[in-house]
């Protein structure tokens, strides 16, 4: 990893545990990049990290099929959730593929360096 690859992950990182839609798990892995950056243990921490935001993201289709549910209603409120639907399906109608949230738009940027990053 070069040293602007590096400067720009821990940007995008620290931006990412910042951001309140971040989970807790996401937001470890992103501390525990953060520690091992220019050590022995940054590869390690880099795929860690990267596994960590595969598995969160939200892809654009489970964000509606989560927000048009019961459950959905539940955790947002029905109005909010409706909001969200219509948000998610406009920005899918635009080419989204993921979850415009916070979290997700810094996970989805982390994770185009992925192949630069881990070669």
Known sequence: MTQTQRD????L???LIQAPSCCAEAK?????????????????????LMAELEEDIMP??????????PAGAQVFGAEQAKAMEAHAR????AGAKYCDCPACALSEKILAMKADLLG
Do not use: D, K, M, R
């Not at 720009?8 to 940007?11: D, G, K, R, S």
């Not at 892995?29 to 390690?44: F, K, P, R, S, V």
């Not at 406009?90 to 109608?93: L, R, S, T």
């Open 8 to 11: 720009q992950l821990t940007q």
């Open 13 to 15: 990182v620290n931006q």
């Open 28 to 48: 470890e892995a992103g501390q525990n990049w953060l520690t091992a950056a220019g050590t022995a243990g940054e590869q390690a921490a880099t795929q860690a």
């Open 90 to 93: 406009e920005i899918q109608a």
């Open 60 to 69: 654009i289709e489970g964000l509606i099929a989560f927000v048009s549910s």
